[in-house]
């Protein structure tokens, strides 16, 4: 298992220009792409390592504001991560395939993704906890970037507010069409608390290909 230490209690990734491809581990540009149901992929982040910096930097996105913070003990990346959400040449693991690990996950995990000029947002994410690690994630939002709330959330899974979390990895979906208020929303984030850990001084929660979806108004 190879790790990178990536943040100390935070991980910022910020943006400033309105459309970026970032080059992968395998030496690809992933572009986003635009499906058959019409959604575009707004923002992606494969978590993988191929410099000492690349989390700093989503691996594509369409708009500026894209910003992942964790307010824990400190986050790094874990190998080899997951196909699971993969977009691109991601979908094969390589060497350099990792996830991103939020250790000791006691602090929240926010993720401040803009939705100017989109509509029907959806953000999908593969996730996995460690034998110790936060059983249960609960899931709120916010339109005005301060006030948080789960109304209108809907996963995959039927829960509003919150999903579990196993040692395999598997597939979230948070589906915020229901809210208008997401749309066309510079202001949009979401919050991720972790509960139901095994250990409060161990553990580790990971996440992988960060996806959000929506739209075009």
């Not at 100390?8 to 690809?28: E, H, L, N, Q």
């Not at 540009?29 to 989390?55: A, K, R």
């Amino acid at each position: 298992m190879k790790t990178r230490l990536i943040a100390i209690a935070a991980i910022s990734i910020f943006i400033s220009s309105c459309v970026k491809d970032r080059i992968t581990s395998t030496g690809t540009h992933v572009i986003p792409p635009v499906v058959t149901s019409g959604d575009t992929l707004i923002c992606y982040y494969n978590c993988n390592v191929d410099t000492p910096d690349v989390l700093n930097y989503p691996t594509s996105e369409l708009l500026s504001g894209n910003l992942l913070e964790y307010a824990g003990a400190y986050a790094d990346t874990v190998q080899p991560g997951t196909t699971i959400n993969a977009q691109g040449a991601d979908t094969v693991l390589s060497t350099f395939s990792s996830a991103l690990r939020l250790r000791n996950p006691s602090g929240t995990f926010t993720l401040s993704l803009p939705t100017t000029g989109y509509k029907n947002i959806v953000l999908k994410f593969a996730v996995q906890a460690s034998s110790k690690g936060s059983k249960t994630n609960t899931i709120t939002y916010t339109t005005d970037g301060t006030t948080y709330t789960n109304a209108a959330l809907v996963t995959a899974f039927g829960d509003p507010s919150s999903y579990t979390v196993d040692t395999a990895w598997k597939m979230i979906s948070l589906d915020f069409t229901a809210d208008a208020a997401v749309n066309n929303n510079p202001h949009f984030k979401v919050k991720i608390d972790f509960s139901n850990a095994t250990s409060t001084t161990t553990g580790n929660d990971r996440f992988d290909n960060i996806t959000l979806w929506g739209l075009k108004q």
